[in-house]
């Protein structure tokens, strides 16, 4: 039987989407002069890259990007792999930043490099949140918030840097 697709955001609609999301991030943190963001291999290191273009040509604050390397299918035995130390995070602005957020498994053994030091706040951002809780990880910006079963799966995917989200 062939695989089915529903189109759940074009192209247009998640440019609208991130920049709805870097404004909301600049409101929040207009007073900073950096934020540092870490974006979940691979689609919220991309998510996170657009991000950072906006929010830098709306604002004054630089954006320290990070990919965040992490087993999304094993992510309790994972070792997690991100360039930036301990003491470069300390007392600074993290925003985590993956494509889709669904059970919050992946996103809750990705913050834990960041809980080694003191902060001075850890924030997430997703483009899409499937609201599939199992784990205590909230989304403090979102894209669209969608209700789908456990058995679909949403692909977030990029043709020629034009982005699309489907549900499988």
Do not use: C, W
Not at 25 to 51: C, P, T, V
Not at 62 to 84: A, H, M, V
Request: proline fraction near 3%.
């Amino acid at each position: 039987m062939p695989e089915t697709q529903t189109l759940i955001l074009e192209h247009q609609k998640i440019e609208q989407k991130i920049n709805r999301i870097a404004y909301q991030i600049y409101e929040d943190n207009y007073d900073q002069e950096k934020i540092i963001m870490a974006g979940i291999a691979s689609n919220g290191f991309l998510l996170a890259q657009l991000l950072k273009e906006k929010i830098e040509s709306i604002s004054p604050i630089k954006i320290t990007l990070e990919e965040l390397r992490i087993d999304k299918k094993n992510p309790i035995n994972s070792q997690i792999e991100l360039n930036i130390s301990e003491e470069e995070i300390e007392n600074q602005i993290v925003i985590v930043v993956d494509g889709v957020l669904n059970s919050g498994r992946t996103m809750m053994y990705g913050l834990q490099h960041f809980m080694k030091k003191p902060l001075q706040k850890l924030a997430i951002a997703v483009l899409l949140d499937r609201s599939h809780k199992r784990f205590p990880v909230h989304a403090d910006y979102v894209g669209t918030s969608l209700a789908t079963t456990l058995q679909e799966h949403i692909e977030v995917s990029s043709e020629k840097k034009k982005y699309t989200a489907h549900l499988v």
